[in-house]
C-alpha cells in the first residue's frame, strides 16, 4: 500500500508564509524558512500528513521565476535550514512534497542570458525556447505571454536531463514528491520522458501535475504522472454552494467517480492561485465545502489559512495574489482567536477521514437532489462501507454526515 494512499496535505505558499520579500529589488538574504519549524506541530494536531510546499528555490520575486533550482532561496535561508525542516518534518511523520517550476524559468536565469549572448551554437541554447529567427534578434519565446517567464524546449534532450537532476537531486535530500507546475502546458510526452528516470531511483516519489482543463484521465495515461489537480471539482463545490444550485456538483461528482476509475485526483478548496473558500462562500459555506472535500474520494489538500478562517480575494494586477499569499505569525500562539471553531472543524473532519481511509478511493452516488438540498452517498471502493453526507443551503449551509446505520457521526448547524 502506498502512502499516498493516507496522505492529506497543508499546502504552504513558503515565500508568502514566512515573510519573504517578493518583489524588493535587494531582498536581504534570511533563513526564514526556518519559520516553518513553529508550525510543525499544529500541522501534526490539524491532522494533516505532509506539507505541499510552493517554490523554495532562487528565483526572482514570486518563486515560478526561477534562477538556480538547485539552490535554495537566499530570501528564504540555505540548504541547511531545508535539510533541517526535512529532518523536523521526519520527525514527525510528515511527508514534503516540492513545488517543480519545470514549464520555464525566469528571464534572468544566467543561462538564459548566456544563451542570448552566446547564440545558438552555445552549450547553453538547447536548453530554452528561443526564435532565433526574429526580425528583431533573438527572442525567448515566454510563458502564457510573461516576458519574465523564458519557455524551456521541451522537445530536445537538455530539458529532460536537466528536470530529471533536479528532481532526483532533492528527492536524495529528503523531498517525497513533486508538484508540476503548470503541467498542462508541457506535452505530456515530456513528463512520460523524465518520470522513468525518477522513479527508478525514488520509486517510492509522488508526482501531482497541475492541470486545470481538458481530459485529466488521458492526461495522467500519456504523462505517466500520479495525480493531478481536479480544479473541475475545485469549481463546482464553491460554485454551488454560492449559487444554491447543487445539481452542479453532483453532475462534477459523477464525473469524479469517472476520474477515480483511472487515478486518484488532487482535491482541494483553495490553494495559492484563487481567492480565499471563506472569501467566496462566507464562514457557513466554506465549511460546507470542506465537507464535500473531506467526504469525496481524492487526495485532499488545505491551503495554509483556510483552517483559520482567512480571507483573502485574488485580483488581476500587479501584487493581486498578497492577499491569498499573506505572512504568518512566528508560533501558532500568535494566530488570533477568531480563527479556532474553524480550526477546530477542519480537526474534526480531518479527523473523521482519517478514520475512514477508505475515503481516497470512494465513489459517490446521489440518494436525492434539489436546488438547495442534496444527499450524496459515498460508497468505499469494495462497496463495504459508506457514509450518506446531506447538504442543505434553504436557509444557510448545514451538513450532516451519517454511517451506515444512520448515526450522525459530524454535523454542522447554524
Not at 542570458?113 to 538547447?126: H, M, V, Y
Not at 478511493?361 to 444527499?375: G, M
Amino acid at each position: 500500500m502506498s502512502w499516498t494512499e493516507h496522505a492529506i496535505w497543508w499546502h504552504v505558499y513558503p515565500l508568502g508564509f514566512c515573510g519573504a520579500p517578493v518583489r524588493d529589488a535587494d531582498p536581504t538574504p534570511a533563513p526564514r524558512l526556518r519559520r516553518l519549524l513553529a508550525w510543525l506541530d499544529y500541522a501534526v494536531e490539524l491532522g494533516v500528513s505532509g506539507l505541499l510546499l510552493g517554490p523554495v528555490f532562487a528565483s526572482s520575486t514570486h518563486g515560478y521565476d526561477t534562477l538556480d533550482p538547485f539552490r535554495i532561496d537566499p530570501r528564504l535561508g540555505t540548504e541547511q535550514d531545508f535539510d533541517d525542516l526535512v529532518d523536523a518534518c521526519r520527525a514527525r511523520g510528515l511527508r514534503i512534497v516540492l513545488d517543480g517550476v519545470f514549464s520555464h524559468v525566469g528571464a534572468e536565469h544566467p543561462e538564459v542570458l548566456r544563451a542570448l549572448r552566446e547564440g545558438p551554437s552555445s552549450d547553453a541554447a538547447g536548453l530554452f525556447d528561443i526564435d532565433w529567427d526574429h526580425p528583431g534578434g533573438a527572442t525567448p519565446r515566454v510563458f502564457e505571454g510573461h516576458g519574465s517567464l523564458v519557455r524551456l524546449d521541451h522537445a530536445g534532450p537538455q530539458a529532460a536531463d536537466y528536470v530529471t537532476r533536479v528532481m532526483t537531486h532533492w528527492l536524495e535530500r529528503g523531498a517525497d514528491g513533486w508538484r508540476l507546475d503548470a503541467a498542462y502546458s508541457v506535452d505530456a510526452t515530456f513528463w512520460a520522458r523524465v518520470l522513468p528516470a525518477v522513479r527508478a531511483a525514488h520509486p517510492g516519489a509522488w508526482f501531482l501535475g497541475e492541470v486545470i482543463h481538458g481530459d485529466y484521465p488521458a492526461f495522467v495515461a500519456a504523462s505517466g504522472v500520479d495525480s493531478v489537480t481536479q480544479y473541475q471539482l475545485w469549481k463546482a463545490i464553491w460554485s454551488s454552494i454560492r449559487d444554491r444550485n447543487l445539481f452542479e456538483l453532483d453532475w462534477a461528482l459523477q464525473r469524479h467517480n469517472a476520474f477515480l476509475d483511472h487515478f486518484v485526483p488532487q482535491t482541494f478548496v483553495g490553494n495559492h492561485d484563487v481567492t480565499r473558500i471563506a472569501s467566496t462562500l462566507g464562514p457557513d459555506g466554506a465549511v460546507a465545502a470542506l465537507a464535500v472535500l473531506m467526504t469525496v474520494g481524492g487526495i485532499p489538500s488545505v491551503y495554509a489559512g483556510d483552517e483559520q478562517g482567512f480571507t483573502g480575494v485574488k485580483e488581476d494586477r500587479l501584487g493581486g495574489d498578497d492577499a491569498v499569499r499573506p505572512a504568518f505569525p512566528d508560533s501558532p500562539a500568535q494566530l488570533a482567536p477568531w480563527g479556532r471553531d474553524t480550526y477546530r472543524v477542519h480537526r474534526d473532519l480531518i479527523g473523521l477521514r482519517r478514520r475512514h481511509p477508505w475515503l481516497t478511493t470512494a465513489t459517490t452516488e446521489p440518494v436525492s437532489l434539489e436546488n438547495t438540498r442534496y444527499v450524496y452517498r459515498t460508497r468505499s471502493a469494495d462497496g463495504a462501507s459508506f457514509l450518506d453526507v446531506t447538504i442543505d443551503l434553504a436557509d444557510s449551509a448545514t451538513v450532516t454526515i451519517r454511517d451506515a446505520g444512520g448515526d450522525v457521526l459530524w454535523a454542522h448547524h447554524v
